[in-house]
């Protein structure tokens, strides 16, 4: 039976009750510390502070992030892969610690936001991607090759994903897109794999993972956020069967949104 966990607090405690090596994907979306007052962004067309709440300005966001990741790395399977999401805010930080715990980077995938808001200001370039980081203990990890290709039109999938952003489901000010997460734990984890998201905002990936019938731990530190998370996972159905959903697409769709978990894995 499938096993979805939602834990409330801090995922620097919390993780540290997790057993070592248990974990096959883990996919985190940490704050990027890219609220305050030297960042800006544009609200209803004017420039505005960035403020995605408190829990995204973290004094050292160095420090955090060794805590987080080698918590992480602890828990992680031998053969298991880390996905860590981000902007330039904090991925020289993310990049420093995957080479300092001697982590094998796999690649950066490039996620480019066709629909990303314009940028008001007209001193640099509009910010349209986020940079995925995955990494792994060895260079022998689970990477459903086959599944990457088909997601990609038959074709070898490269590290740039062309995803654009979606309407927010939820209130929450970062939610990820589904078809994001789908990718990830299509191609990182298997039916039944377990799933580890320590920064689950709003839950999309609880909610993906549930779908395609993996199990999951979620952690999230705010409580309306975690509400939301829980409401969210909680409603959402395990689907039976993506051959039908695949036959159907016969490889024609460039950019295929897979609405069923596939049995035959
Ligand atoms: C970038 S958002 C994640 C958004 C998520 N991927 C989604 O699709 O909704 C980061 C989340 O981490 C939570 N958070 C921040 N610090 C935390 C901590 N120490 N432990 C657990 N959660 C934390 C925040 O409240 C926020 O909801």
């Given at each position: 039976m499938l096993k979805i966990d939602l834990l409330k607090g801090d995922a620097l405690h919390l993780l540290k009750d997790i057993k070592d090596k248990s974990i096959d994907v883990i996919f985190a979306d940490p704050?990027?510390?890219?609220?305050?007052?030297n960042y800006l962004t544009c609200k209803n067309g004017k420039v505005a502070v960035c403020d995605k709440g408190k829990w995204d300005q973290i004094e050292n966001i160095h420090e955090f992030n060794r805590d987080w990741i080698r918590e992480c790395v602890r828990i992680l399977k031998d053969d298991g892969t880390l996905w860590i999401s981000g902007t330039l805010h904090n991925h020289p930080s993310v990049g420093i610690i995957l080479k300092e715990l001697k982590l094998w980077v796999i690649n950066d995938i490039i996620w480019f936001k066709p629909n990303a808001a314009p940028l008001i200001q007209k001193n640099r370039f509009a910010p349209s991607t986020e940079l995925i980081w995955i990494a792994a203990k060895s260079k022998k990890y689970y990477f459903d090759y086959e599944i990457a290709k088909y997601l990609n039109n038959g074709k070898q999938m490269r590290n740039l994903w062309e995803i654009p952003a979606e309407r927010?489901?939820?209130?929450?000010?970062t939610e990820k897109p589904e078809r994001l997460l789908e990718r990830i734990i299509l191609i990182g984890s298997k039916e039944g794999d377990t799933v580890l998201d320590?920064?689950?905002?709003?839950g999309t990936t609880g909610v993906v993972a549930k779908r395609l019938k993996r199990n999951f731990i979620g952690i999230e530190i705010d409580s309306d956020y975690f509400k939301i998370a829980k409401k969210r996972i909680d409603s959402t159905v395990m689907r039976d069967s993506l051959v039908e959903y695949f036959k159907q697409l016969g490889g024609r769709n460039k950019n295929i949104q897979l609405e069923f978990s596939n049995p035959k894995r």
């Open positions: 704050p990027y510390n890219l609220s305050g007052k927010h489901k939820t209130s929450h000010p320590p920064f689950m905002g709003s």
